[in-house]
Structures are given as C-alpha cells and as structure tokens.
C-alpha cells in the first residue's frame, strides 16, 4: 500500500514557526517519525510539502493511478483552496485531513476547512501523531 503525505505552506518551519502552537519538533522530525510508523504497518510511504498551492494541486493530479491514500494537512490553504479540494475530488484518492493544532479552538476563520468536504476523516489537535492516526485509519479502511 502507497501513501503519500503531503503538507502546506510553512510547514517547513515546524520547530521554528509558533513553537507554543506547532511544538518544537522539525519537519525533518516529523518525517522521520511517520518513515518509522510506516515501515512498522509495511507501508510504502513518499512526502512532498510546497508553500505553492498549484505545486500541491499538480502532486495530487501526478498521485492518480500510483497512490492508494493521501495523509494531507493543507496549512493556510485549508481555509481557502477550492483548487486543492477539486484535484481531491478529481484523483478520487481517499484521503485524510491532518492538523496539528486544533483548528476549531483557534481564530474563527480557521473553522471552515474546504479539504473537509472530501477528506473521509479530519484529525485536528493531535500534534504529530495525528499524521500517524491518520495513516493507520487509510491502512484500515483501504
Ligand atoms: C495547520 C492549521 C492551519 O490553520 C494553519 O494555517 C497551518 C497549520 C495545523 O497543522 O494546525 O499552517 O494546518
């Protein structure tokens, strides 16, 4: 089974960016420890992140055919990409949304997620170890 895991704008700062929200943990970290998830459930696991939404919307238009599961945690264009739902909808793939914080306890504008219209399971507020829920929810359902 192929999951691909793939993370938004700023992302990328995860240790440096609003530790007190986001924890102190690396994006390096935070592959690291989905890599050592994955090899346990003997998924075969590839990550992208980009800070461009087309960047994300051609990812998943190039997942369709080769990808059995998306873990996605859109960032900032969870609020606002009609672009990055219509590619989830367009591939099909089953997907899951992932936020590390709790996006429904935060500013009001953070309540509204377009990805959740497609997404089979949302995850918010676990920290890191909702990517790894959400891999193990695509290993059952799949
Ligand atoms: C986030 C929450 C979003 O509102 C925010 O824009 C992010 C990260 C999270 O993981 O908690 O960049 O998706």
Known sequence: MKILVINGPNLNMLGIREPDIYGKDTYAGLLNIIKAHCEKKNVEVSFFQSNHEGAIVDEIQAAYGKIDGIVIN?????????????????????????????????????????????????????????????????????
């Open 74 to 142: 859109p960032a900032a264009y969870t609020h606002t990409s009609v672009a990055i739902l219509d590619a989830l909808k367009a591939v099909g793939i089953p997907t899951v949304e992932v936020h590390i914080s709790d996006i429904n306890t935060r500013e009001e504008f953070r309540k509204h997620s377009y990805v959740s219209l497609v997404a089979k399971k949302t995850i918010a507020g676990h920290g890191f170890v909702g990517y790894l829920e959400a891999v193990d929810y695509l290993v059952e359902t799949i």
